[in-house]
């Protein structure tokens, strides 16, 4: 959950059927393939779907049954600022729908063309219940969270941007 | 000299990185400071334990960036406990837990700590002041935790490190008063036993997790070499199923019948697979023993690889755990450089090797034919049992899963033997469990007891009950396939069979106290939102019956009428239990059982006077 992504626009669709070519995958193992692809492109691009259905020669459905399947991979790109709060039993005690509004809330009224920079996620229990309510902002892990504090993480993440 | 830093996820996340760079750059000459995974008091994060001749072996706990300098400072340049600021900038110090030889000679300094529940510091300004009439500035200190509550005010003393409890508040000055004068030795017999007895994660937190080297030191692979050596892979598995030995995943299953069922077939090659897809949101004992002690469970699965005759096994480990897997990865490259996998293992003519696979955040896929179809590469749908996977799984061949607890706990077996394992616990449930303790609880840790012990026991004299102010209304076990315990029920002995017997499981280890302000309609709706989200849709029971369950306790939370409603919830998980195809629904309705009856009133809070249903 640490990563930078490349930006899938500027990768052109032979660099994605040469990423393709390259994967070694064991025993065509669609879900390694996929994991790899994820963590390269930071979601499935269709284009590359379509590579892989060639590749292991298998229908587009097969593959998209898989993608769909699993929660972790996204069939489309996650925005630039990636807010994933975790929403397992022992945060969701600790309120952590309200930091869900809230960070629903905080993209809502961000300008329009910011609005699409942000994409929010959960996720159920990251086994840190110590910690509880957690959430990630950009890769970096918040515990102890509460609200005074995810909205100042949050506008930190924002507002360090627009000085850059 | 030594420092062990608690390096898994949970300090990691609580700021372990910045006080192990500060460590290193202020004391990376003189001390050793040791990542190791954790030692299970995950609250107390970032913590460090010392191990030096010199100074009283402790933890410091709650570490940041103000209260380091003052430990610095005061405590590994003077040898004194670290001032008043250190604590009120959030440190703390955790006595009782240490693993230094004991020794003798004079008082050199003191913890003392007031244990009785419900938890108040009310008495620790009067304290210090006491003991600063016996001892000088730095010499005592006030312990957030001993491990153990309700056995009145309790000291640790050192250079002997031992632990002494049971005293009143009268009775502090004489004992200081004896203490000063060096006569400790009079108050011998309120020594206080363990409660804890840590067969599975007693080397979690004494480690470093990421070498092979120190986990041969503490008896890694010493199992694996006397079995190679020594037992048939028939042995092994009696030796199992001497211990009574039940998975920790969950179900329960004896280990040794599992491990007999899957050696018995004739179709090779077969498969083991550990499971560690930890899907129970709110447990995390599999987290910490993966990111703890990686060779511990590794040797488990090798163990098993031998007892039924495969020579290739599986990790399964659910993508939200990137430390785990990457200590296990490097766990596996380590043991094939040091031979315990690969050909011909320590000359014995066993063969065995070991691939790490991902989850990709699919619940279900902890179920044993959901994991076999993912590890496969496909979608994670269970299909129907029989076959078992003992007979038809990995690849259409025989396949053993265990949890990992379960594997970790086999090289203790194999070392310590069956019987051994066996006079711990209670009826048929035997051994040590681990338990992940975490909710409105003081000290939300991880907790390994013989089994049987009473839950209240657990929650309140190791953990310190609810903080200060919540009165408990249950807890939650199993996970959203478990149930509750309600406070009337407290005294209930952690087994199998106890908890069966309330409508509920013990499961893979999880429990989540609830304090009086949860509504456990409301509770409900979390889970089935969850279960909604994580039905895998293959049959009609689970998918349908999922979604119009949680569209009925929306309904009720709306002020619909209790009684109509509980009707038709009970009627939908009535048949969502019978006909699901898989365990997820099938105990999907578990914890709506269990509610319901326990707590009927909070389904009827919710009414709206005048309407009678919702549109
Ligand atoms: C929906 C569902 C989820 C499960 N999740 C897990 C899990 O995350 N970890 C686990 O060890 N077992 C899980 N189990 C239990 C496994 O299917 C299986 O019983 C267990 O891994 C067997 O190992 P054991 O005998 O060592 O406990 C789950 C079962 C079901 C029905
Ligand atoms: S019970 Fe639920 S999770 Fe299991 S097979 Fe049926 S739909 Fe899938
Ligand atoms: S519930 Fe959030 S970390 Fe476990």
Same mark, same amino acid.
């Given at each position: 959950?640490?990563?930078?992504?490349?930006?899938?626009?500027?990768?052109? !669709?032979?660099?994605?059927?040469?990423?393709?070519?390259?994967?070694?995958?064991?025993?065509?193992?669609?879900?390694?393939?996929?994991?790899?692809?994820?963590? !390269?492109?930071?979601?499935?691009?269709?284009?590359?779907?379509?590579?892989?259905?060639?590749?292991?020669?298998?229908?587009?459905?097969?593959?998209?049954?898989?993608?769909?399947?699993? !929660?972790?991979?996204?069939?489309?790109?996650?925005?630039?600022?990636?807010?994933?709060?975790?929403?397992?039993?022992?945060?969701?005690?600790?309120?952590?729908?309200?930091?869900?509004?809230?960070?629903?809330?905080?993209?809502?009224?961000?300008?329009?063309?910011?609005?699409?920079?942000?994409?929010?996620?959960?996720?159920?229990?990251?086994?840190?219940?110590?910690?509880?309510?957690?959430?990630?902002?950009?890769?970096?892990?918040?515990?102890?969270?509460?609200?005074?504090?995810?909205?100042?993480?949050?506008?930190?993440?924002?507002?360090?941007?627009?000085?850059? | 000299?030594?420092?062990?830093?608690?390096?898994?996820?949970?300090?990691?996340?609580?700021?372990?990185?910045?006080?192990?760079?500060?460590?290193?750059?202020?004391?990376?000459?003189?001390?050793?400071?040791?990542?190791? *995974?954790?030692?299970?008091?995950?609250?107390?994060?970032?913590?460090?334990?010392?191990?030096?001749?010199?100074?009283?072996?402790?933890?410091?706990?709650?570490?940041?960036? !103000?209260?380091?300098?003052?430990?610095? #400072?005061?405590?590994?340049?003077?040898?004194?406990?670290?001032?008043?600021?250190?604590?009120?900038?959030?440190?703390?110090?955790?006595?009782?837990?240490?693993?230094?030889?004991?020794?003798?000679?004079?008082?050199?300094?003191?913890?003392?700590?007031?244990?009785?529940?419900?938890?108040?510091?009310?008495?620790?300004?009067?304290?210090?002041?006491?003991?600063?009439?016996?001892?000088?500035?730095?010499?005592?200190?006030?312990?957030?935790?001993?491990?153990?509550?309700?056995?009145?005010?309790?000291?640790?003393?050192?250079?002997?490190?031992?632990?002494?409890?049971?005293?009143?508040?009268?009775?502090?000055?004489?004992?200081?008063?004896?203490?000063?004068?060096?006569?400790?030795?009079?108050?011998?017999?309120?020594?206080?036993?363990?409660?804890?007895?840590?067969?599975?994660?007693?080397?979690?937190?004494?480690?470093?997790?990421?070498?092979?080297?120190?986990?041969?030191?503490?008896?890694?692979?010493?199992?694996?070499?006397?079995?190679?050596?020594?037992?048939?892979? #028939?042995?092994?598995?009696?030796?199992?199923?001497?211990?009574?030995?039940? %998975?920790?995943? %969950?179900?329960?299953?004896?280990?040794?019948?599992?491990?007999?069922?899957?050696?018995?077939?004739?179709?090779?090659?077969?498969?083991?697979?550990?499971?560690?897809?930890?899907?129970?949101?709110?447990?995390?004992?599999? /987290?910490?023993?993966?990111?703890?002690?990686?060779?511990?469970?590794?040797?488990?699965?090798?163990?098993?690889?031998?007892?039924?005759?495969?020579?290739? %096994?599986?990790?399964?480990?659910?993508?939200?755990?990137?430390?785990?897997?990457?200590?296990?990865?490097?766990?596996?490259? #380590?043991?094939?450089?040091?031979?315990?996998?690969?050909?011909?293992?320590?000359?014995?003519?066993?063969?065995?090797?070991?691939?790490?696979?991902?989850?990709?955040?699919?619940?279900?896929?902890?179920?044993?034919?959901?994991?076999?179809?993912?590890?496969?590469?496909?979608? %994670?749908?269970?299909?129907?049992?029989?076959?078992?996977?003992?007979? /038809?799984?990995?690849?259409?061949?025989?396949?053993?899963?265990?949890?990992?607890?379960?594997?970790?706990?086999?090289?203790?077996?194999?070392?310590?033997?069956?019987?051994?394992?066996?006079?711990?616990?209670?009826?048929?449930?035997? *051994?040590?469990?681990?338990?992940?303790?975490?909710?409105?609880?003081?000290?939300?840790?991880?907790?390994?007891?013989?089994?049987?012990?009473?839950?209240?026991?657990?929650?309140?004299?190791?953990?310190?009950?609810?903080?200060?102010?919540?009165?408990?209304?249950?807890?939650?076990?199993?996970?959203?396939?478990?149930?509750?315990?309600?406070?009337?029920?407290?005294?209930?002995?952690?087994?199998?069979?106890?908890?069966?017997?309330? *409508?509920?499981?013990?499961?893979?280890? *999880?429990?989540?106290?609830?304090? #009086?302000?949860?509504?456990?309609?409301?509770?409900?709706?979390?889970?089935?939102?969850?279960?909604?989200?994580?039905?895998?849709?293959?049959?009609?029971?689970? /998918?349908?019956?999922?979604?119009?369950?949680?569209?009925?306790?929306?309904?009720?939370?709306?002020?619909?009428?209790?009684?109509?409603?509980?009707?038709?919830?009970? /009627?939908?998980?009535?048949?969502?239990?019978?006909?699901?195809?898989?365990?997820?629904?099938?105990?999907?309705?578990?914890?709506?059982?269990?509610?319901?009856?326990?707590?009927?009133?909070?389904?009827?809070?919710?009414?709206?006077?005048?309407?009678?249903?919702?549109?």
């Amino acid at each position: 959950m640490q990563r930078i992504y490349l930006n899938p626009a500027a990768v052109s !669709h032979p660099e994605m059927k040469k990423f393709v070519d390259g994967l070694q995958v064991e025993n065509d193992n669609l879900i390694l393939a996929l994991h790899a692809v994820e963590n !390269h492109f930071g979601y499935i691009p269709r284009e590359v779907a379509a590579f892989l259905a060639e590749r292991f020669r298998i229908p587009m459905a097969r593959i998209y049954e898989v993608i769909t399947f699993y !929660h972790y991979f996204r069939t489309k790109p996650p925005g630039r600022h990636l807010i994933t709060v975790c929403n397992g039993t022992t945060c969701w005690l600790f309120q952590s729908e309200k930091l869900l509004q809230m960070a629903h809330e905080f993209k809502t009224n961000l300008p329009e063309e910011k609005q699409r920079e942000v994409s929010i996620e959960e996720v159920r229990c990251i086994g840190c219940c110590a910690l509880a309510p957690l959430a990630y902002i950009d890769g970096q892990l918040h515990p102890y969270l509460n609200a005074e504090i995810f909205q100042q993480e949050l506008e930190k993440v924002i507002s360090c941007e627009d000085k850059a | 000299m030594k420092i062990r830093l608690n390096f898994d996820s949970n300090a990691i996340a609580a700021g372990a990185a910045y006080v192990g760079e500060a460590l290193q750059r202020e004391l990376g000459k003189t001390w050793q400071i040791i990542k190791v *995974g954790t030692n299970g008091l995950s609250y107390a994060d970032p913590q460090i334990e010392v191990e030096a001749e010199h100074l009283p072996a402790v933890i410091f706990g709650k570490l940041n960036a !103000h209260n380091i300098a003052y430990l610095l #400072e005061d405590f590994f340049q003077h040898g004194l406990f670290p001032r008043e600021e250190f604590f009120r900038s959030g440190g703390c110090i955790l006595g009782g837990r240490t693993f230094m030889k004991k020794r003798g000679g004079a008082i050199t300094h003191i913890l003392v700590s007031d244990t009785s529940l419900p938890l108040q510091d009310k008495n620790r300004a009067y304290v210090l002041s006491l003991l600063s009439r016996f001892f000088s500035p730095g010499q005592y200190a006030w312990a957030l935790d001993f491990g153990f509550y309700n056995r009145g005010f309790a000291i640790e003393i050192f250079p002997q490190s031992e632990v002494y409890a049971g005293f009143s508040i009268e009775e502090l000055p004489e004992l200081f008063g004896l203490l000063s004068q060096g006569q400790g030795l009079a108050i011998h017999k309120r020594f206080s036993e363990p409660l804890q007895l840590r067969l599975v994660s007693k080397n979690c937190g004494r480690m470093s997790a990421e070498s092979i080297e120190e986990a041969l030191q503490l008896g890694g692979y010493d199992a694996l070499q006397t079995s190679l050596k020594k037992l048939s892979p #028939e042995a092994v598995i009696s030796e199992v199923e001497k211990s009574g030995l039940r %998975g920790r995943g %969950g179900a329960g299953y004896p280990t040794a019948l599992k491990w007999k069922l899957t050696r018995q077939e004739k179709n090779f090659p077969k498969y083991v697979i550990c499971n560690a897809d930890e899907g129970d949101p709110g447990a995390f004992m599999d /987290r910490s023993l993966l990111e703890s002690d990686p060779h511990r469970v590794l040797e488990g699965l090798i163990l098993a690889g031998y007892a039924i005759g495969a020579e290739q %096994g599986y990790f399964y480990i659910r993508a939200e755990y990137p430390l785990a897997t990457q200590r296990i990865r490097r766990a596996v490259e #380590e043991a094939r450089q040091y031979g315990f996998l690969g050909k011909n293992i320590l000359g014995s003519g066993f063969s065995f090797d070991v691939k790490v696979r991902l989850g990709a955040g699919a619940y279900v896929c902890g179920e044993e034919t959901a994991l076999i179809a993912s590890l496969e590469g496909k979608r %994670g749908s269970p299909v129907p049992r029989p076959p078992y996977p003992s007979q /038809r799984g990995l690849y259409g061949k025989p396949t053993c899963i265990n949890n990992v607890e379960t594997l970790a706990t086999i090289p203790e077996i194999i070392l310590r033997g069956g019987d051994y394992f066996s006079t711990i616990g209670k009826g048929k449930s035997l *051994g040590t469990k681990i338990f992940a303790v975490s909710g409105q609880i003081a000290k939300t840790q991880l907790v390994e007891v013989p089994m049987g012990m009473p839950l209240k026991i657990l929650i309140y004299d190791i953990c310190g009950g609810l903080p200060a102010g919540k009165q408990l209304k249950a807890v939650q076990t199993g996970g959203p396939s478990g149930g509750f315990v309600p406070a009337s029920l407290l005294d209930i002995p952690l087994t199998y069979e106890d908890f069966l017997a309330i *409508g509920s499981i013990i499961g893979s280890g *999880g429990l989540i106290v609830l304090d #009086e302000s949860v509504n456990l309609a409301e509770f409900m709706l979390f889970y089935l939102n969850f279960n909604v989200d994580e039905s895998c849709g293959k049959c009609a029971p689970c /998918r349908i019956g999922g979604f119009q369950l949680r569209h009925l306790y929306q309904e009720l939370l709306a002020g619909a009428d209790a009684e109509r409603q509980i009707a038709k919830i009970k /009627r939908i998980a009535y048949a969502m239990k019978l006909a699901s195809l898989c365990g997820l629904g099938k105990a999907a309705c578990n914890p709506i059982f269990s509610s319901l009856h326990f707590f009927p009133e909070d389904y009827k809070l919710w009414a709206k006077k005048n309407i009678s249903t919702v549109p």
